[in-house]
T-cell receptor, first 112, second 116 residues
Framework: DAKTTQPPSMDCAEGRAANLPCNHS???????VYWYRQIHSQGPQYIIH???NNETNEMASLIITEDRKSSTLILPHATLRDTAVYYC?????????????FGTGTRLQVFP | KAGVTQTPRYLIKTRGQQVTLSCSPI?????VSWYQQTPGQGLQFLFE???????NKGNFPGRFSGRQFSNSRSEMNVSTLELGDSALYLC???????????????FGEGSRLTVL
């Protein structure tokens, strides 16, 4: 019951911006979009999240379309250490549940 | 501040055995959830515990169970192990929903189970 779809892989040159797209056309109005990344089977690492406004932190920016059916994660200056699998996730939260629904992720390869 | 701690990190079992995995959440976090990661199925939600109560469960057979203690530490158990149970089992913790409108789930490094 994945709620997100992502391209399976992308390449990016070191120092350039990496733009990772995600479709979540069935997202509900109160469900947040989260991005995590996973480096070589370590635990997933939180990157950023948002509801409907664009968000920016020290790691990345998140651009969410006005209709909330898609979003883009932007790594402004990719480095070799950003090579990882990036997951676009819908977080389902209510009084009696709190879970992440993972998609299949995008494997980002940053090359020199 | 210590992160989410999972033990053991690696373990090998044989079919039919049972296994117990442990997770210590970040101090102050009361919600603990478990995920299974396999090459074929990716990351899948197992269950979530909050204040010692299982609040939600994913689509897994009854062989998969868990519990949470009063100090928020959690364990998950898999009985009658099958080859397909070989996976990375990840635990994540987060703040009490009632206190935080949103917030990250912090993941541990996982317990890698191999069933022979």
């Amino acid at each position: 019951d994945a709620k997100t779809t992502q391209p399976p892989s992308m390449d990016c040159a070191e120092g350039r911006a990496a733009n990772l797209p995600c479709n979540h056309s069935t997202i509900s109005g109160n469900e947040y979009v989260y991005w995590y990344r996973q480096i070589h089977s370590q635990g997933p690492q939180y990157i950023i999240h948002g509801l409907k406004n664009n968000e920016t932190n020290e790691m990345a920016s998140l651009i969410i379309t006005e209709d909330r059916k898609s979003s883009t994660l932007i790594l402004p200056h990719a480095t070799l250490r950003d090579t990882a699998v990036y997951y676009c996730i819908v977080r389902v939260r209510s009084y009696n549940t709190d879970k992440l629904i993972f998609g299949t992720g995008t494997r980002l390869q940053v090359f020199p | 501040k210590a992160g989410v701690t999972q033990t053991p990190r690696y373990l090998i079992k044989t079919r039919g055995q049972q296994v117990t995995l442990s997770c210590s959440p970040i101090s102050g976090h009361r919600s603990v959830s478990w995920y299974q990661q396999t090459p074929g199925q990716g990351l899948q939600f197992l269950f979530e515990y909050f204040s010692e109560t299982q609040r939600n469960k994913g689509n897994f057979p009854g062989r998969f169970s868990g519990r949470q203690f009063s100090n928020s530490r959690s364990e998950m158990n898999v009985s009658t192990l099958e080859l397909g149970d070989s996976a990375l089992y990840l635990c994540a913790s987060s703040l009490d929903r009632r206190q935080a409108n949103t917030g990250e789930l912090f993941f541990g490094e996982g317990s890698r189970l191999t069933v022979l």
